[in-house]
Nanobody, 120 residues
């Protein structure tokens, strides 16, 4: 199983970026997917998560600015980021809680991270 994240880059404050994450491999069921970020010298933090059923949660700092979405059929995850701020600069990671076989244990997988830099 692999998760590949892409879409990061350099953007000016107030701008937008769209991140995507594609899960591939032997996957039976993805229970939930999420986006995290880690800024230099800081711990990795959860930004947003979405379940297969569509339940969504956001951390307060991105509510109203970021939108998470998911295509269950394609095992893809997106994060639309608007009104970006310099403090959003970080490496962004996607993850997935999934099972590789029907009724199998839930395992967590991470994407490789994509850099988002917001200039002031």
């Amino acid at each position: 199983v692999q998760l590949q994240a892409f879409g990061g880059g350099l953007v000016q404050a107030g701008g937008s970026l769209r991140l995507s994450c594609a899960a591939s491999g032997s996957i039976s069921n993805i229970k939930s997917m999420g986006w995290y970020r880690q800024a230099p010298g800081k711990q990795r933090e959860l930004l947003a998560a979405i379940t297969t059923g569509g339940d969504i949660n956001y951390v307060d700092s991105v509510k109203g600015r970021f939108t998470i979405s998911r295509d269950n059929a394609k095992n893809t995850l997106n994060l639309q980021m608007n009104s970006l701020k310099p403090e959003d600069t970080a490496v962004y990671y996607c993850n997935a809680f999934l099972s590789k076989s029907s009724g199998g244990y839930l395992l967590v997988y991470w994407g490789q991270g994509t850099q988002v830099t917001v200039s002031s």
